[in-house]
């Protein structure tokens, strides 16, 4: 497999800075860069992430895949509201930018080029993150 070093250019940016969008896109000839901002409501026993729904879009994620992600990962319990996950407990800004980091780097994210535009496929009892830039296809762990 031939691998494009350029496409290494591509990568997922967590910020808590941007307030006005949630994905930016499409630079050029398929480079592309997503900027994602985890939206947290503290409630009294409970964070909310009120913008699951849009992170999930912006990763072409289902919300409920990266809400389990986020609640296997940290042994929390909580829930798919509408557009927002509850989880219980306390959890900061920065463990839940870092859970992000680490689904997209495991279930977003081509191992083989860094591309982030991927769809995540099941065969039998098997999933694999599939790329669209390059063609790979890795197994995933169930979650
Ligand atoms: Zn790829």
Redesign the pocket.
Known sequence: MV?DMA?KDMYVRLLDTVLDRVAKSVTKSGDRELVLRPVLIHGGRNVILSNLKQIAEALNREPEHIARFMLKETGRAGAVEEDRLVIQGRITPEEVRRLIELYVKEFVK??????ID?RLVSEKKFRFVV??????KNPVRKI
Request: charged share 15%; net charge neutral.
């Open positions: 691998v496409k081509c191992p083989i080029c860094g591309g991927t790329c669209e830039v390059c063609g790979a």
